[in-house]
């Protein structure tokens, strides 16, 4: 007799996923005070907080139904049972999505090895299929353009009040309008459907706070976002942008997820989906803080994907690292890393310490500079999809992740990324001509990371990527540390010729020590390239730049870190 019915094991389920987004949402309408109050510290605390929630929640119900039911008595019937109850207890909520996924979450930590089917997760989604009857207009505010931009957005400023007063509303107005009408034009403000949409919900994100909205005109869409600051307790417009490709800069994958209120999180990136077309939906997903959600997302993507496609998974293109196998789809734009089972003797590290940095990533901010990343266990792909050379790599260094069936290839353990041109090939393909703008960003993206206390210890071109905006990221993890832990020493000069001309190191070195003095021959192997990095960006190779910058972070100090700036303008702007 079963002691805990399939109704109990869905509502125990149901009933932690409800906490769970009660809590969630609670750490994120905290978000305007922080930002009313200028409370920094709080705001990189209450992002790593949101994050950990997820598999904190999924932990505790795990181990609530392993107390209440036994193991033994969650079977594949019992399972089948419970996932239909918890359907039927989800269909009213506006956020089924994600409680599918939270479902999924639990099976998988419950059964670990069972493999999913629809009958007992949701492989796909049962709303995706289904009205849920609620109008998008229930998410943003729209204004009518007959009076004019200026009226529209006076009403805009009217209706979005703030804690702290606006600093200077006209010239702030005058500012939004002046941008808002070099991108439309007299014609499409003038078609009778012309309307603003302005989502409802202020996005809160490190220092800023953003409006998102977009210019609707028959067929025609234009992006809109906002970019506010707290200046000195006064909200002022920092930025207005309208250009495609920096609205969606400003929702990369290499930057920390909005604090964002989204009751419909559906119609919120639809959206979002409108306003970027070139986003894909698990990537805006976890731009809005639902990041196993865009997992799920992203598996489901990737499932369709390989129906429509033929061609094999490789190794990825670059050189082969010393921890991670890496190996790719080329029609997908996403790379595969697993951990290998040994690894490069200069490696001392091990297998769950490589875990650790992966996660250390995952919640710290990343400033736009390191690639965001997706952890999964147990997955199956197509064997045939596999190149034959790609799986003998894969059975000869991660023996341990990956096992082989006829027609399957399991692999234990991986995480994704978004798939970047590695800054070395990029180098090599490159016209000369275009190797500065791209260098100088190399540079920025390792001050900017300094500047946010992250060390990425190994700094090889080969471990940072180009993105599609020419933007340089870094991605390869193994070896990032606080920038605090960092002892950042200059050379000592020789006392004799022997030691001047000794091949190895004659004075000690700790296992934290750095110089930076080294970094020019350690980086680049071609001069050329060097030469531009130096006179870009000497600071780097100076000690004293590395130990100023510590001190700043160590005296409480935070950069600003704003996508729409260019990054000279950004650069060390630090406040306490």
């Excluded at 790593?48 to 594949?76: H, K, Q």
């Excluded at 702290?164 to 070099?182: C, G, K, L, N, Y």
């Excluded at 369709?304 to 991670?324: K, N, S």
Aim: charged content about 25%; overall charge negative; hydrophobic content about 40%.
């Amino acid at each position: 007799m079963r002691l805990f019915s399939p109704r109990q094991v869905a509502q125990t389920i149901q009933d932690g996923f409800a906490t769970y987004r009660h809590r969630f949402i609670q750490i994120t309408l905290g978000a305007p005070d922080r930002f009313d109050q200028a409370d920094w510290l709080a705001v990189q605390q209450a992002a790593a907080d949101r994050i950990e929630l997820y598999e904190a929640s999924v932990t505790d119900v795990s181990d609530t139904l392993r107390a209440r039911v036994g193991p033994e008595n969650l079977n594949a019937d019992v399972w089948k049972e419970t996932r239909d109850m918890y359907l039927s207890m989800i269909r009213e909520r506006t956020d089924p999505e994600l409680a599918e996924t939270f479902f999924n979450s639990i099976f998988g930590r419950i059964f670990n090895q069972q493999k999913r089917t629809p009958e007992l997760v949701f492989t796909e989604s049962w709303f995706a299929g289904h009205q849920q009857g609620v109008s998008s207009q229930g998410i943003a505010m729209v204004y009518r353009l007959t009076a004019g931009a200026d009226d529209a957005f006076d009403q805009v400023f009217d209706d979005y009040a703030f804690g702290i007063p606006w600093a200077q509303r006209s010239a702030d107005r005058a500012r939004i309008v002046r941008t808002f009408e070099s991108y439309v034009s007299p014609q499409l403000m003038a078609d009778t459907d012309a309307r603003l949409e302005v989502l409802k919900s202020v996005f809160y994100r490190n220092k800023g706070a953003y409006l998102v909205a977009r210019f609707v005109a028959g067929t025609t869409q234009v992006p809109l976002v906002i970019a506010l600051v707290n200046d000195d307790g006064e909200v002022r417009v920092d930025a207005v942008v309208m250009d495609s490709e920096q609205v969606s800069i400003i929702f990369s994958f290499t930057r920390a997820y909005f604090m964002v209120d989204v009751p419909m999180p559906t119609e919120f990136v639809d959206f979002l989906q409108a306003m970027m077309p070139d986003k894909a939906r698990p990537e805006l997903y976890t731009s809005i803080g639902f990041y196993k959600h865009g997992k799920t997302e992203l598996i489901r993507d990737m499932n369709h994907h390989l129906v429509r496609t033929d061609d094999a998974f490789v190794e990825a293109p670059g050189i082969r690292g010393l921890v991670m196998a890496v190996f790719t789809l080329p029609s997908l734009p996403v790379v595969f890393k697993l951990i290998k089972d040994r690894f490069g003797p200069s490696k001392m590290m091990s297998r769950d310490a490589v875990k650790r940095t992966y996660q250390l990533v995952k919640v710290h901010d990343r400033v736009g500079r390191m690639a965001d990343t997706q952890e999964f266990h147990n997955l199956e792909f197509p064997r045939g999809r596999f190149s034959p050379a790609l799986l003998e790599e894969l059975l000869s260094s991660c023996a341990n992740t990956v096992e082989l069936s006829d027609d399957t290839v399991l692999i234990k353990h991986l995480y994704t990324e978004r798939r970047m041109i590695p800054l070395n090939l990029w180098l090599q393909d490159a016209p000369k001509d275009q190797w500065k703008p791209v260098l100088d960003d190399y540079g920025w993206a390792i001050k900017q990371m300094a500047a946010a206390n992250i060390f990425p210890g190994d700094m090889l071109l080969k471990n940072f990527g180009v993105t599609r905006h020419h933007r340089v990221v870094f991605y390869d993890y193994d070896e990032i540390s606080y920038l605090t832990e960092v002892n950042f020493r200059k050379v000592p000069e020789p006392q004799t010729p022997e030691q001047e001309m000794a091949a190895e190191p004659w004075y000690s070195v700790g296992i934290h020590d750095v110089f930076p003095e080294e970094f020019p021959t350690f980086l680049f192997t071609d001069p050329e390239p060097r030469k531009i990095f130096m006179q870009l960006h000497p600071e780097i190779f100076d000690p004293r730049w590395w130990q100023d910058t510590q001190k700043a972070i160590e005296a409480g100090q935070l950069m600003d870190f704003f996508p729409y700036r260019g990054d000279h303008q950004a650069a060390f702007n630090w406040s306490i």
